[in-house]
């Protein structure tokens, strides 16, 4: 598969191409990020388009609200089913279309069924509680669904961002309205055929694609709409934020990161050099929660960086469908553009290029692996996230230093510490300012734990149990 033919949009059930109605749309030309080369015409919707994606999440709510949770258990069961047995068709159409290793868009399709099976009970375990009254009296607090949902994914992980845009308002009883990103369309068409084909009301999610900035204003000032989810960078975070304040819709943000990695001296380095390797090439770097501030104790900084650089170095780094490669390109032009002027900048300012620094090839959008050591703290890189295949490597004198540095930033998405010492393990996760720690590995994003920051990182969370809760709201009924 080369090509996405015909792309669409899905509103109220109904595919609306380029030309649907009569009336040509605006259009996005994909592309395939391994070779530069067009995939397809993504229609891109109007004012009228968007009128009626909210009237189906008006009338898809009134649905779905009154359908009883074991239904809505089992639609997600259902979907998580039918893209088990897709998997590879699915997992191609999300290699092709954002560049990503084939393997990891296998596990990515593999965890997103495991998602839906994770909310399809959650739904089944919203609880509410009595409240001790005198005889004759009682109250009782429940949680009702919050109203129709207007969610926005970007193009990092166009599967597991999409069903967790999805999983915890389907499961708590909401409709949505889902803009995806225009770079990877088809991964989200497939994540919605797979839940209307399973039950899922045509009314219930709707999929839209358009200028970011034309379809927020749009959804946002409707108040149909009474939740606002958004995965993204925080300047465009905030800025929804605002459009939300003035309906007072609420909302979960899951915004940008600056992953600090304290390594100590008396953590298992060979250990935290594999584990911290893999997550840093993973999806080419483009993932929030990566890796990307190394704070290495001075005892452990030469062995850690040494070997660091050298796994880096020997990534194989091609097109995504050719199994030998471990990453795959970036997935547009502007990621290698940001990764030169930010690389640049931090070696001008004395930092000292390891590895990588460049571009590899002439077509596509391919960064190589890159190493950094000894970043002074005012470079762009150091207090920006990079979001690409860059790893910042310093020295740090002792544990009160490391946790500044950790802390220096106003973002708090995910930390990670490296430490064979009890006493210091926990010191160091409670004195961290960050939504999800891993202590002495790389797991942050189970599926059954809330996802989510602090800070600049944003706010609310995704999956678990959290993640149906941030989809409902609070009722306090108490009868004389």
Known sequence: MTAYSPLHMLIDGEAIGPATGGAARRTHTLINPASAAALGELPLANAADLDRALDAAARGFAIWRDTAPPTRAAVLLGAADILRRRADEIARICTIEQGKPLAESKTEVAWVAHLFTIYAAEAQRVYGRI?????????????????????????????????????????????VVMKPAEETPGSALAIVAALHEAGLPKEVVSL??????????????????????????????????????????????????????????????????????????RNCGQVCISPTRFIVEEPAF????????????????????????????????????????????????????????????????????????????????MNEEPFGPVALINPFPDEAAMLAEANRLPYGLAAYVW???????????????????????????????????????????????????????TKAIHEA
């Open 302 to 381: 030469p062995r850690f960086r040494d070997a660091f650089a050298e796994r880096m170095a020997a990534t194989p780094v091609g097109d995504g469908l050719d199994l030998a490669n471990k990453m795959g390109p970036m997935a547009n032009p502007r990621r290698p553009e940001a990764m030169e002027r930010m690389v640049h900048g931090a070696k001008a300012a004395g930092a000292k290029l390891l590895t990588g620094g460049e571009r590899i090839g002439n077509q596509g959008f391919f960064y190589a692996p890159t190493v950094l050591a000894e970043v002074p703290q005012a470079a762009e890189i």
């Open 208 to 281: 839209v694609f358009g200028v970011p900035d034309e379809v927020s204003r749009h959804l946002l000032a409707s108040p149909v709409i009474r939740k606002l989810s958004f995965t993204g960078s925080t300047a465009v975070g905030k800025h929804l934020v605002k459009l939300a304040a003035e309906d007072m819709k609420r909302t979960t943000m899951e915004l940008g990161g600056h992953g600090p990695v304290l390594v100590f001296a008396d953590a298992d380095i060979d250990r935290a050099v594999e584990v911290a390797y893999a997550s840093k090439i």
């Open 131 to 175: 409240l001790p009254r005198p005889a004759g009296q009682r109250s009782s607090v429940v949680y009702e669904p919050v109203g129709p949902v207007a969610a926005f994914a970007p193009w990092n992980f166009p599967l597991s961002n999409v069903a967790r845009k999805l999983g915890g308002p389907i499961a708590a009883g909401c409709s």
């Open 419 to 473: 430490s064979g010492d009890a006493r210091r393990q926990q010191r160091v996760v409670r004195g961290i300012e960050a939504g999800m720690v891993s202590l002495n590995g790389g797991m942050v994003a189970p599926g059954d734990a809330p996802f989510g920051g602090v800070k600049w990182s944003g706010h609310g969370a995704e999956d678990g149990p959290e993640g149906v809760l941030a989809c409902m709201v």
